[in-house]
Structures are given as structure tokens and as C-alpha cells.
């Protein structure tokens, strides 16, 4: 490294490289977890139905419930022709249906934002597929730009692919859906000038002023309005969001997904409270899942267990190159005054920290709860590699219950906790999710992974999901994936993705008859 070079440090990761190399083990289980408030207020007509009994053969098999999970599914079940290359997908769940991140820290349907410009081009990963040593300066601007630009527009399309089904499903209410956009509130200047720069920097490449556009810094006195005058804010950008109830919205894509197989012909089936305790290829593109409840064997494996991931694939336990189980935790409180106060999404301090307050059409006796996650920075090692969901950090909780009454005394209480919980989330080193096929450690079966997400599961994994579901159906017609995404950056999946067309995604593949 040269006096003038700088090395890359993402706030957010900082310690990641000192968590030991240890896969993690299973989810807590469900009597000694704890209760998220989207848990609670599931009704129980809103979630799918769980088989008794594990079937012995399914074409596809799910390992995780999640929006990951119930996305391939609903992707897989799309793609699927007259010809039925696959007639049965299974979604096995250790606990509860959509019991794991979605199900305790989703909710936040906020793409990433022309904010984060400089964060992103930063990254150095985000320039894998260049030979960087052969650019200039300006050329590598010009290629960073181009990365940084299909990862806004990836999430905002996978934003807008469950707005649209939302949409079509008509079920606004029964999601709790509310689209007032996310005010990014700064307590430093330091942040506001960082903002400022990043903004500049992006309105200089041509594919980024749309998103440049979407920006608005918000005047004071309008803050002061809306949010009867909060402490300590120094300045406010409003991007485009949205909140909604995730496992309602999972339970919601599940419900249409059965609705399209069912017309198709296709058996998608889902059996909760059983764990996947092992994985066994004995021969080409069969696998053998062995549960408490017996075995199961499939053509493909797909793994949507996130921070979990790397229970069942312990090659992914090291930090480098892996997904660590990272604990996040999260409370609900209840307003002042029990009354609705605004709709908007809110996050601070770099992303760490991120809420909304519930809509009216969820009662509860204290009011419209506001859900208010974040401060792992706060805890001593930052929660890496803790798997455990079923117990609280005392130092994070210090954090969470004086953060709103600090930020907004007139409008919330000193001791308004109504609600605490923890769900774990699962980090790449890059902040990059790996989506493809497995092969480290899997010589025989067709295992696939969509996984990592890095706290934006919401904006990432319905969109992983299709590209994931996309690569089993090519190789169930017959065209075999020739390379390893899951080594990879997200690049690459998301030049698949955006691209929205199964020609585009072929021109990864090399066709050949199996």
C-alpha cells in the first residue's frame, strides 16, 4: 500500500475479523426464544398450514421459512413450465413459520440510497470483476459508479416487485403497509457534510441523478412539525421507504405462491418445528436431509437460513469469506399519549440504528407501538458470531430504552418499553449476500444458497431469491451453471437480477445436456 492509498474500513464491521471460525449452531428453540412484536400480532388465519409428517421425496427442498425461503418458492413456481421440470418444493423450518430474522428484525422496506454512495464505491469488493490494475483513475471511477448504480437499482426493484404484489394481493391493511417514505436523521455535522459529498459525488455519473433526485434534504422547521421538535438533530434526509408487518408480507407471498402452484399443477408443501440436522449426497443430484422427524431426499437443496447458514455448511463459519450469525435486538414502545404520531421510517447513526411506529389498524392498549431496532455498537463485541436469540444484552438495552424519550421526550416516555426481543441476522465481511450454487465440501448434490444479507434482507432477498430460483430451473433444464457465485461478489448476482430476463441470466451459464 503507497503513502497516498487509504485502507477501506466499514464502521459496520469493524471486530468482524476477530470472530473464531465456528459454525453456528441451531435456532434457540421456540419455548426459550423471544417473542417479537410481529410474532405476537400474527393472527393465526395468517399463517400457512404445517404438515405432520415429513414427505419422503420432494423435488426442491427449502431449509428456512423466511422471505428468503417462501421468495424461491414463489420465484421457482413463476418459472415453472408446462414441461414441470419440478412438481414438488417442500420449506422445512426449525421453528415457527417466518420465526428467524424476517420474522424479529424485518419490517424496513428502505433501498439503499444515493446516501450511501461513498460507502459503497469505497468498498473494494464492489470491484472484483474489473481488472482494477489495468484502469486509470478516472476509469475506475466510471466502473465503480456503474457497480454502485445496479445495487441501488437492485434493491429499489426488489422494493418495488413486493410493493407490486402488495398491490395486486390487496392486502395494504393487512400488512400494516405504509409508504411515507424514511427521514435518515444525523446528530453529527460530520454526517451531514459526509452526505452532502457522497451526493455531490454521485449527481457527477449520469446513471445515478435519478437517484440523486430522490433525495430531499428536509427543513428544520418541517422536522420540528412533524415530530414536535425532537433533541439534537442536526439534519434530516428523506429517501424513498416503506413499512410494513414482514411476517404478514411472507405469509401473504406464501398464500399466492400455493395459489400459482395449485393452477400449475405443483405441490408446495411446509412442515414447521423441524430442524435439518445433516445433509448427505450419495449420488449426482440426489441429497438425503436427515431431521428429527426421519429423512428426506431431494433433487436440489436450497439454503435460506441466513445467519444459520453456516450450520449446515460449515465452510461458511469463517469471516472472510462466510456469513456470521450476528445478534441484533429490538423493542416496541408505546407513545405518550396511546395516539398515532407519524408513519414515517426512521434511521441514524450510519444505519446502526432504525424504526417506525406502527399504523392505527394494529390496536394495541398502549398505543401504536413504535418498533425501534439497533445499538449493537453499544454492546461490547458487537454481537458477532452470537447466535442466541432467546436471551437480551443488558448494554444494548441501556441504548434502546433511552433512545426515543432522549430523541423525542414529547412524545415518548421515560418507561414506554412494552416489548423486547433479539433475532439474528447474518453478515458477509463485504456486506455482500452470497446467492449460488455450493460446491466447497458438496462433490455430489445440487445445493444452492442465498444468504448474508447484512441487515438488508428486506431489499436484498426477494430479489436473491428469484436469481436462485432462476439458476434450479436452468439446471433442471438442462443448462449448467459454470461458475460459483457463492465465492463470488454480489455483482454478479445482481447483473442477473436487474437484468429481469432469462437470456440475460443464461449468458452465465454454458449449456450442455445432462
Given amino acids: 500500500m503507497t503513502s ?3 485502507e477501506y474500513v466499514d464502521i459496520s464491521t469493524i471486530g468482524i475479523d476477530q470472530v473464531p471460525q465456528t459454525p453456528a449452531p441451531l435456532p434457540s428453540s421456540s419455548d426459550k426464544a423471544t417473542v417479537s412484536y410481529w410474532m405476537a400480532t400474527t393472527a ?44 414438488s418444493i417442500t420449506i422445512i423450518e426449525a421453528r415457527s413459520f417466518c420465526s428467524g430474522a424476517t420474522g424479529r428484525n424485518g419490517g424496513h422496506l428502505t433501498a439503499a440510497s ?6 459503497l464505491a469505497a468498498n473494494p469488493n464492489h470491484l472484483l470483476g474489473a481488472r482494477v490494475s489495468s484502469l486509470n483513475a478516472d476509469e475506475i471511477k466510471t466502473e465503480t459508479a456503474k457497480v454502485v448504480e445496479e445495487i441501488l437499482q437492485f434493491e429499489s426493484r426488489t422494493a418495488d416487485a413486493i410493493r407490486d404484489i402488495i398491490a395486486d394481493e390487496q392486502v395494504q391493511e393487512e400488512v400494516g403497509f405504509t409508504d411515507e417514505k ?3 436523521i444525523c446528530f453529527e ?27 430531499r434534504r428536509v427543513p428544520k422547521d418541517q422536522v420540528d412539525r412533524r415530530m414536535n421538535s425532537p433533541v439534537g438533530i442536526v439534519g434530516v434526509y428523506e429517501i424513498p421507504g416503506a413499512t410494513l408487518h414482514p411476517r404478514a408480507l411472507v405469509s401473504v407471498i406464501y398464500k399466492r405462491a400455493q395459489r400459482i402452484a395449485t393452477s400449475k399443477h405443483i405441490s408446495l408443501q411446509l412442515i414447521t418445528d423441524l430442524p435439518v440436522l445433516s445433509i448427505a449426497s450419495p449420488t449426482p443430484h440426489i441429497s438425503i436431509l436427515s431431521t428429527t422427524k426421519g429423512n428426506i431426499e431431494a433433487h436440489y437443496v436450497i439454503h435460506a437460513t441466513n445467519g444459520y447458514a453456516s450450520h449446515l ?13 450476528t445478534r441484533a435486538q429490538v423493542v416496541a414502545v408505546s407513545p405518550t399519549h396511546h395516539t398515532y404520531l407519524w408513519g414515517i421510517a426512521l434511521s441514524a447513526g450510519a444505519g446502526y440504528e432504525y424504526g417506525h411506529q406502527r399504523p392505527p389498524t394494529e390496536p394495541s392498549p398502549a398505543g401504536p407501538l413504535y418498533i425501534l431496532g439497533g445499538g449493537r455498537e453499544h454492546a461490547t463485541a458487537r454481537e458477532w458470531s452470537i447466535a442466541d436469540d432467546s436471551s437480551l444484552n443488558p448494554q444494548v438495552s441501556s441504548f434502546l430504552h433511552l433512545y426515543l424519550p432522549t430523541v423525542f421526550p414529547r412524545s415518548y416516555p421515560q418507561q414506554g418499553v412494552q416489548m423486547e426481543w433479539t433475532g439474528i441476522m447474518g453478515y458477509t465481511k463485504t456486506k455482500d449476500p452470497l446467492v449460488g450454487r455450493v460446491r466447497e465440501g458438496r462433490r455430489k448434490g445440487c445445493e444452492f444458497v442465498a444468504a448474508g444479507y447484512s441487515g438488508h434482507g428486506m431489499t436484498r432477498a426477494f430479489g436473491c431469491a428469484e436469481v436462485v430460483a432462476e439458476m ?7 443448462i449448467v451453471v459454470s461458475f460459483h457465485v457463492a465465492a463470488k461478489t454480489f455483482k454478479l448476482a445482481l447483473a442477473t437480477v436487474t437484468s429481469n430476463a432469462y437470456s440475460l441470466l443464461s449468458s452465465h451459464f454454458s449449456t450442455s445436456s445432462t
Fill in 4 to 6: 497516498n492509498e487509504q
Fill in 313 to 325: 455448511l460449515p465452510h461458511l463459519s469463517s469471516s472472510d469469506k462466510g456469513i456470521i450469525p
Fill in 182 to 184: 424514511n427521514w435518515h
Fill in 472 to 478: 434450479v430451473v436452468a439446471e433442471a433444464r438442462g
Fill in 44 to 87: 393465526a388465519d395468517q399463517l400457512p398450514s404445517s404438515l405432520d409428517t415429513l414427505p419422503p421425496k420432494s423435488d426442491v427442498v427449502i431449509i428456512g421459512s423466511g422471505i428468503t425461503g417462501v421468495s424461491t418458492a414463489y420465484h421457482l413456481i413463476n418459472s415453472a413450465s408446462s414441461s414441470k421440470p419440478i412438481s
Fill in 114 to 119: 444515493a446516501l450511501a454512495y461513498t460507502d
Fill in 189 to 215: 455535522q460530520a454526517e451531514v457534510d459526509a452526505f452532502e459529498q457522497s451526493l455531490a459525488q454521485a449527481a457527477q455519473h449520469a446513471g445515478l441523478r435519478k437517484f440523486v433526485d430522490l433525495v
